[in-house]
């Protein structure tokens, strides 16, 4: 899955770094240069939140054990930072609902993790309303809720750690977004683990990865 996602990235690169040279034109006075109806605005710095959903689940090695998708909130403040035309920085820092179900013989096993996350993201624009994002994140855990219902009763147990003993985590995250006006974008991106969670997993708790679709809309003040 590693190599699929980091292929993936590439050909997007690739993209989006043929779309960008297509907008330069050359002038004889100055070299190249770029067209103003494109990116007029792209050197203003801004600051704006966005909020949106997750749809999580783990990837593990233990084949015996089946996961569902579980639904949660990512909510934060995004920041973008030109850099140089079609690039910038656009790190953020959210919070964000990750976890998983799962069916086992005992019973229904819900567990709902809560991180706040710090994406440190580069931003291409691939287009004037189309933008490509990719980056490292780090992933701090806050709490751990694991329910589990036999069908008879419902129990939870709430943790502030991982069954390792580690708080923080680093991820990769590649995603997309469409700006619906100067203002305001909708975006979509993928996010996994790149460490997982407990090398000393179980039946129960299985060492494993989180993987999060997240969708979401942005406001940005300029």
């Known amino acids: 899955m590693k190599k699929n996602f980091f292929l993936a990235i590439l050909c997007l690169l690739i993209a989006g770094s043929v779309s960008a040279q297509r907008r330069y034109y050359h002038s004889p006075r ?23 959903a997750n749809v999580s689940n783990m990837v593990s090695s233990n084949s015996d054990y089946n996961t569902g998708s579980l639904a949660g909130l990512n909510i934060g403040l995004t920041f973008d930072l030109p850099i140089i035309y079609p690039v910038s920085f656009a790190p953020e820092v959210l919070f964000s609902q990750k976890g998983y179900t799962a069916t086992t013989t005992d019973g229904n096993f819900t567990q709902r993790t809560n991180y706040i996350d710090v994406p440190l993201l580069f931003k291409f624009k691939a287009a004037p309303a189309f933008n490509i994002y990719i980056g490292p994140q780090l992933s701090y855990l806050v709490s751990t809720t694991n329910t589990y219902d036999n069908g008879f009763e419902t129990t939870s147990e709430q943790y502030y750690e991982s069954n390792n003993g580690h708080k923080s985590y680093l991820d990769g995250v590649l995603g997309i977004s469409f700006d619906l006006s100067r203002n305001v974008d909708l975006h979509a991106r993928y996010t996994i683990d790149l460490q997982k969670t407990d090398y000393q997993g179980n039946t129960y708790v299985p060492n494993y990865q989180n993987q999060v679709w997240q969708f979401g809309i942005g406001f940005k003040f300029k």
């Open 30 to 52: 100055s070299g190249y240069n770029y067209n103003n109806n494109d990116n007029s605005d792209f050197y203003t710095p801004s600051v704006g939140f966005e909020i949106g």
